[in-house]
């Protein structure tokens, strides 16, 4: 039987103990250094590598605005990847946008304009808040309110074979 990863409350209190241990962290493109500074992209892809769900954050150069220069799905296909590669029992199912989230979901989100591609990501947590890596303020947690939810466009929902 496949379930959803996260609706194990063991797993989940490990998601939650990891995203506090990044709080505060601030953002520096391309960065993966927790206290030290790290990207959104990075930020959900080492959560991910802690909990010993994938076994590598593949390092790779990406402009801070390589959104605005095309159409190429940048975000989702690297999160898409790194399941699909590097995944340790684990798999990935790509939500649109229009659906509910879930605690545990990774939230993909466009913050430039409405026909880019989604260039921003959040761990979706319980209470509808979600914890992300901004430019100026790093990594935080805060509600997933209207102006969030209009710009969700897509969400990765993780989930693990069970017995």
Same mark, same amino acid.
């Given at each position: 039987?496949?379930?959803?990863?996260?609706?194990?409350?063991?797993?989940?209190?490990?998601?939650?103990?990891?995203?506090?241990?990044?709080?505060?962290?601030?953002?520096?493109?391309?960065?993966?250094?927790?206290?030290?500074?790290?990207?959104?992209?990075? /930020?959900?892809?080492? $959560?991910? &590598?802690?909990?010993?769900? !994938? =076994?590598? @954050?593949?390092?790779?150069?990406?402009?801070?605005?390589?959104?605005?220069?095309?159409?190429?799905?940048?975000?989702?296909?690297? /999160?898409?990847?790194? $399941?699909? &590669?590097?995944?340790?029992? !684990? =798999?990935? @199912?790509?939500?649109?946008?229009?659906?509910?989230?879930?605690?545990?979901?990774?939230?993909?989100?466009?913050?430039?304009?409405?026909?880019?591609?989604?260039?921003?990501?959040?761990?979706?947590?319980?209470?509808?808040?979600?914890?992300?890596?901004?430019?100026?303020?790093?990594?935080?947690?805060?509600?997933?309110?209207?102006?969030?939810?209009?710009?969700?466009?897509?969400?990765?929902?993780?989930?693990?074979?069970?017995?």
């Amino acid at each position: 039987m496949i379930v959803r990863y996260f609706e194990n409350e063991a797993h989940y209190g490990a998601l939650v103990a990891e995203i506090v241990s990044w709080l505060g962290t601030k953002y520096r493109h391309l960065g993966r250094s927790k206290g030290g500074g790290v990207d959104c992209g990075n /930020f959900v892809g080492l $959560v991910l &590598l802690n909990l010993g769900l !994938i =076994s590598t @954050v593949e390092e790779f150069y990406y402009s801070r605005d390589w959104y605005v220069h095309g159409n190429v799905d940048l975000l989702v296909d690297s /999160f898409a990847r790194h $399941v699909e &590669l590097y995944g340790q029992g !684990i =798999s990935a @199912v790509l939500y649109q946008g229009d659906q509910a989230p879930m605690p545990g979901d990774i939230i993909c989100m466009r913050l430039y304009n409405d026909t880019c591609p989604a260039h921003h990501a959040a761990i979706y947590l319980e209470n509808n808040e979600i914890v992300d890596a901004l430019e100026e303020i790093g990594v935080s947690k805060h509600d997933w309110n209207y102006k969030w939810r209009a710009r969700t466009v897509k969400f990765f929902r993780i989930f693990e074979e069970s017995e």
